[in-house]
Nanobody, 123 residues
Framework: QVQFVESGGGLVQPGGSLRLSCAASGSILNIYAMGWHRQAPGKQRELVAAITSDGRTNYADSVKGRFTISRDKAKNTVYLQMNSLKPGDTAVYYC?????????????????WGQGTQVTVSS
């Protein structure tokens, strides 16, 4: 069983910073791409940032220059450093990963999601 657990959300004032973490655990053989998505009330879930296993990154236009995604492959952890936060960044943030793991019959490759962490930007 593979699990993704996010942490680091909270309430922050506009212009402030937060760092989200997401740790994957379980019978993991390899994690390919990892990413962060967010969903604001009444809106669809959207990609915020993604990182490949070799470190290539991709960002939504709305967060470029403010957010930085990184990962620690040894710890199966992905981070999202969020700076210059705006009220429009308020959302539930979810991490996900493309995971190769042990299975009873060999291996399997699935996408897994965390349960989400709330980020609220407000004065």
């Amino acid at each position: 069983q593979v699990q993704f657990v996010e942490s680091g959300g909270g309430l922050v004032q506009p212009g402030g910073s937060l760092r989200l973490s997401c740790a994957a655990s379980g019978s993991i053989l390899n994690i390919y791409a990892m990413g962060w998505h967010r969903q604001a009330p009444g809106k669809q879930r959207e990609l915020v940032a993604a990182i490949t296993s070799d470190g290539r990154t991709n960002y939504a236009d709305s967060v470029k220059g403010r957010f930085t995604i990184s990962r620690d492959k040894a710890k199966n952890t992905v981070y999202l450093q969020m700076n210059s936060l705006k009220p429009g960044d308020t959302a539930v943030y979810y991490c996900n990963g493309d995971v190769l793991s042990h299975a009873n019959w060999g291996t399997r490759r699935n996408e897994y999601w965390g349960q989400g962490t709330q980020v609220t930007v407000s004065s």
